[in-house]
């Protein structure tokens, strides 16, 4: 099933794209997962994210921890803590 | 009311008074303007968001904040964008009967959203730019309303 | 930067946060503003004042916050004689370079000066003048700043 | 020695002056015995200062208790609780 993925500040800047649609299988049901999923694709995407500790991600716009679903959801943010105020 | 505004033009004070002000039954407004600190070595702040779910994020930051303090008015404008020091990236507001509610409800407003709102900063000095790390004490302030 | 002003005329924000965000070092503002509720029967509020001892008890609250929290300007303006509902009776800013200083410090200027500053309100209501009574929680949180 | 007292909201109301000069007996030390000096007077200044508990007291335009000593001082101030804000 297609998933719109959306990276935000430096995480964006690290994957070259501030969007992109991805069609993981079928056992990528968390948020955890699906970090794993995209890193392993190439050595790029690996490096950009590999900090694990301090990537942040909501999904279907609600912030949540890394072990969230991803089952049904139709959009993921990935990005580092936020700096907002 | 609430009044969720993101955007990238100027924060205009004087309007954003006049609403909170205006709500029915104030006798007190609190508020909070961050502002980019002009003698910090910053040339530029850049602000980034999650459109959409920033506007969601706030309001519910707002609507929390109206319901614990039973406020007339709960503001929150922030802007996104390019800004130079000494401008206003953000203004809360919080409009209530008595001055306690008021005062509590206002840092609230900006401790939740510290923490709770996808909104980065990125600097730039000395022609270099950087992303602001988030810092520990945020959360710390975010934490303290929990109860 | 203190600023401290007593006087009949309307409150004017726009001066007095342009005062409060201008000076050194400022990245946080935080206010107070006290109004006349305009729904709570009240025709007309009179605030009756000490003048000179007034202006020095003020200059020492706002002084002693911006040495406790090192703020960049201190602000205590309050107007005094006639007022209609919905007008400001008292504006208090304080300005630091991070929000936790500039919150607190607006709180503290604020709880101080209703019980430090010799002021006195009174409303007309149904055409009925008496003298507001101080309130017992105001006492109450001018001491918690005591420490 | 000349003493001008001031008198606020509801005091100077009663009191019917906004300020007076007196001059009290060398014996009279403390805000308390010049309010009780002034309320021996008359009945009119007995009946305005009759609710000690609610009158507060600045000397030389400083906030002080009721025993505080006005030997020496120029101006003393009675009214009620502040109510300013």
Known sequence: MALDILYFAWVRERMGV????????AEVTT???????LAARDADSGEALADRARLRAAVDQAFVGMDASIV????????????GG | MI?????????????EMMLAEGAAGTGAVATFTGLVRPDDG????????????TEAALRRVAEDAAARWSLGAATIVHRV???APGERIVFVAASAPHRAAALEACAYLIDRLKTD??????ETRDGEARWVEARDG????AARWEA
């Open chain 1, 18 to 25: 501030a969007q992109e649609r991805v069609e993981p299988a």
């Open chain 1, 31 to 37: 948020v955890a997962m699906l970090v794993d999923w």
């Open chain 1, 72 to 83: 049904g959801a139709r959009e993921v943010a990935l990005f580092p803590p936020v700096t």
């Open chain 2, 3 to 15: 009044r969720i505004h993101v955007g990238r033009e100027a924060i205009d004070l004087t309007v």
């Open chain 2, 42 to 53: 910053v040339a530029t702040l850049e602000l980034e968001h999650y459109p959409g779910a």
């Open chain 2, 81 to 83: 964008g390019p800004m």
């Open chain 2, 117 to 122: 709102a996808p909104f980065w900063k990125r």
């Open chain 2, 138 to 141: 945020d959360a710390a302030a």
